[in-house]
């Protein structure tokens, strides 16, 4: 069976004879068709491994619709102000480029000691895709500011918004000054 890397160490003889040889580092070796073939494998199974991890919306939402967010914190805690966040994750549509791409809720209600709800609703610009919950912000009765990110401070969520909205927002013809002061030549 045939190594992939050659680890022989060169001799003194060899130094002289083969310019190859002049580094002391392993030497890779591997036929151009198992090449492409180990290349097209660690594509698709990146691919794969990638899907896997990507988060699957649960709700579809559409706009003038609400999105309920439940923040249950480990101990008790009053809450003055609180912000979620949920970003665009997929392209956004051609005919949308004008629309927005992060849906916030801002108002925390307070459910129990360790509970508050934010709702989150779709507006009318809002364009369609997956948006992910990327961003938790919280404020206490005592001014102390904390933020939470995915992954590390909770599961990533996220919905997917359908909206049918269409932009109709010209481009610019034309950009002049038109300072009385100071007339255009």
């Not at 002049?22 to 198992?34: A, D, I």
């Not at 895709?129 to 904390?146: K, M, P, S």
């Given at each position: 069976?045939?190594?992939l890397f050659?680890?022989?160490?060169?001799?003194?003889?060899?130094?002289?004879?083969n310019?190859?040889t002049?580094?002391q580092?392993?030497?890779?070796?591997?036929?151009?068709?198992?090449?492409?073939?180990?290349?097209?494998?660690?594509?698709?199974?990146?691919?794969?491994?990638?899907?896997e991890?990507?988060p699957?919306?649960?709700?579809?939402?559409?706009?003038?619709?609400?999105?309920?967010?439940?923040?249950?914190?480990?101990?008790?805690?009053?809450?003055?102000?609180?912000?979620?966040?949920?970003?665009?994750?997929?392209?956004?549509?051609?005919?949308?480029?004008?629309f927005?791409?992060?849906?916030?809720?801002?108002?925390?209600?307070?459910?129990?000691?360790?509970?508050?709800?934010?709702?989150?609703?779709?507006?009318?610009?809002?364009?369609?895709?997956?948006?992910i919950?990327?961003?938790?912000?919280?404020?206490n009765?005592q001014?102390?500011?904390?933020g939470?990110?995915?992954?590390?401070?909770?599961?990533?969520?996220?919905i997917?918004?359908?909206n049918?909205?269409?932009?109709?927002?010209p481009?610019?013809?034309?950009?002049?000054?038109?300072?009385?002061?100071?007339?255009?030549p």
């Amino acid at each position: 069976m045939m190594s992939l890397f050659d680890l022989s160490k060169p001799n003194g003889a060899d130094l002289f004879r083969n310019a190859r040889t002049l580094t002391q580092y392993p030497t890779f070796k591997m036929s151009r068709s198992r090449f492409l073939a180990a290349c097209l494998s660690l594509t698709v199974l990146t691919g794969l491994a990638a899907a896997e991890d990507a988060p699957q919306a649960t709700v579809v939402l559409h706009p003038g619709e609400t999105a309920h967010v439940l923040l249950t914190f480990k101990a008790p805690i009053s809450l003055r102000g609180a912000l979620v966040r949920f970003s665009l994750q997929t392209p956004v549509p051609d005919d949308q480029k004008e629309f927005d791409r992060i849906i916030d809720g801002t108002a925390p209600v307070k459910l129990s000691e360790t509970s508050y709800e934010l709702d989150v609703k779709v507006g009318p610009h809002v364009a369609s895709g997956t948006y992910i919950l990327n961003l938790i912000n919280a404020t206490n009765a005592q001014d102390l500011f904390r933020g939470f990110l995915p992954g590390k401070d909770f599961t990533p969520i996220t919905i997917c918004v359908r909206n049918e909205g269409r932009a109709e927002f010209p481009g610019l013809k034309n950009v002049q000054l038109t300072d009385k002061d100071h007339p255009n030549p």
